[in-house]
T-cell receptor, first 114, second 112 residues
């Protein structure tokens, strides 16, 4: 185990639903990330939080709303998603937000939007 | 943003053979190049990285080489084992310092 847990592991939702993905890290890190992993595409960085402050937002649609209440927890709130949002959503953490710090990934949440 | 091209997309080798995965990048200012391994049902895990001030780095059966002039870097796995079967991603560090630009991945299969 990497010390980063994600729940749920699988989620199926309709386009009108509201759901949340949860990530928790037990490594004492102070930076957390959300990535989207789609088949045949590179990992896409969505959000970066450092000390609970958002420091990067890569032009992600507003139907994805992140929340970082403390340095150990990260949420991704989902509403009115589209079928093309179906993907594996990965959470990661690192000691410091700079990308040259090793990022520890969780196992991901497999999201299917019907 | 930075464009990272990774080849091949799939690679099949016999146990004991070597495997080489190559990546090219476009931003000459990139200075950090990690490689991640993703096993089925798990998130990516860092296996080796290299910074631009060195040309080669080795860790047991894994090595990475970097050619800054040509803007390409490669992962070399020697004496492959079935447990090396996974998807491997290269990445480079973007200017902002927060974002890694990943390649599309190489699915490596090591057959006994």
């Amino acid at each position: 185990e990497t010390g980063v847990t994600q729940t749920p592991r699988h989620l199926v939702m309709g386009m009108t639903n509201k759901k949340s993905l949860k990530c928790e890290q037990h490594l004492g890190h102070n930076a957390m990330y959300w990535y989207k992993q789609s088949a045949k595409k590179p990992l896409e960085l969505m959000f970066v939080y450092s000390l609970e402050e958002r420091v990067e937002n890569n032009s992600v649609p507003s139907r994805f709303s992140p929340e970082c209440p403390n340095s150990s927890h990260l949420f991704l709130h989902l509403h009115t998603l589209q079928p093309e949002d179906s993907a594996l959503y990965l959470c990661a953490s690192s000691q410091g937000p700079a990308a040259y710090n090793e990022q520890f990934f969780g196992p991901g949440t497999r999201l299917t939007v019907l | 943003g930075e464009n990272v091209e990774q080849h091949p997309s799939t690679l099949s080798v016999q146990e004991g053979d070597s495997a080489v995965i190559k990546c090219t990048y476009s931003d000459s200012a990139s200075n950090y190049f990690p490689w991640y391994k993703q096993e089925l049902g798990k998130g990516p895990q860092l296996i080796i990285d290299i910074r631009s001030n060195v040309g080669e780095k080795k860790d047991q059966r894994i090595a990475v080489t970097l050619n800054k002039t040509a803007k390409h870097f490669s992962l070399h796995i020697t004496e492959t084992q079935p447990e090396d079967s996974a998807v491997y991603f290269c990445a480079s560090l973007e200017n902002s310092g927060y974002a890694l630009n990943f390649g599309k991945g190489t699915s490596l299969l090591v057959t006994p």
